[in-house]
Antibody, heavy 121, light 110 residues
Framework: EVQLVESGGGLVQPGGSLTLSCAAS????????MHWVRQAPGKGLVWVSR????????SYADFAKGRFTISRDNARNTLYLHMNSLGAEDSAVYYC??????????????WGQGALVTVSS | QSALTQPASVSGSPGQSITISCIGS?????????VSWYQQRPGKVPKLLIF???NRPSGISDRFSGSKSGNTASLTISGLQAEDEADYYC??????????FGGGTKLTVL
């Protein structure tokens, strides 16, 4: 069974930093693109970033460029999202998402339960 | 990076069919065969219904179908059931090599 377990969420002050982790199990982690998607309370899904299966390519939504860094450790089956210069608008549940493919990186077929990030003083 | 355009809400009666549209541009929906659709029931995580415009993952009911014409993708749900009441989101790969979601559509089963 595919399992994606996020950790690292919590309360952070405006301007602060936070790193989310996602422990993956039940599948061959190194064979899949991975994504981060966020959802503010009562709002829609917003794609944040993705990383290729070998970690050699990443892409970001405009709001994440220069502030967020996605990375992965295929030896530890873990996905990361490091976030800097956080503002209130970054408050959301952050989902770790497995892509269904090692090639295309366009469709998430398994989602974690999410990690809540709250940016507030 | 504009979000794809979806209707805010749609409704239908049990047994009926409904269609949710997802309007993009030649830079996303119309330029690639990489539209996906997700269902998110209240309090639950999203579930992939359709990938690559019209393909269903294993285990997804054939009541759900995806199609595309030009810059508009569509999700059709046939034989509407009470359990289909949920939020539905489209997404697409774009020419900027990123993914973008639509704003979401709330489906009400009357």
């Amino acid at each position: 069974e595919v399992q994606l377990v996020e950790s690292g969420g919590g309360l952070v002050q405006p301007g602060g930093s936070l790193t989310l982790s996602c422990a993956a199990s039940g599948f061959t982690f190194r064979s899949h693109w991975m994504h981060w998607v966020r959802q503010a309370p009562g709002k829609g899904l917003v794609w944040v970033s993705r990383i290729r299966s070998d970690g050699g390519y990443t892409s970001y939504a405009d709001f994440a460029k220069g502030r967020f860094t996605i990375s992965r450790d295929n030896a530890r089956n873990t996905l990361y999202l490091h976030m800097n210069s956080l503002g209130a608008e970054d408050s959301a549940v952050y989902y770790c998402v497995r892509d269904r493919s090692a090639i295309t990186g366009t469709a998430g077929d398994n989602w974690g339960q999410g990690a809540l990030v709250t940016v507030s003083s | 990076q504009s979000a794809l355009t979806q209707p805010a809400s749609v409704s239908g009666s049990p047994g009926q069919s409904i269609t949710i549209s997802c309007i993009g541009s030649t830079s996303d929906v119309g330029g690639y065969n990489y539209v996906s659709w997700y269902q998110q029931r209240p309090g639950k995580v999203p579930k992939l219904l359709i990938f690559e415009d019209s393909n269903r993952p294993s285990g997804i009911s054939d009541r759900f179908s995806g199609s595309k014409s030009g810059n508009t993708a569509s999700l059709t749900i046939s034989g509407l059931q009470a359990e289909d009441e949920a939020d539905y989101y489209c997404s697409s790969y774009t020419s900027s090599r990123i993914v973008v979601f639509g704003g979401g559509t709330k489906l009400t089963v009357l």
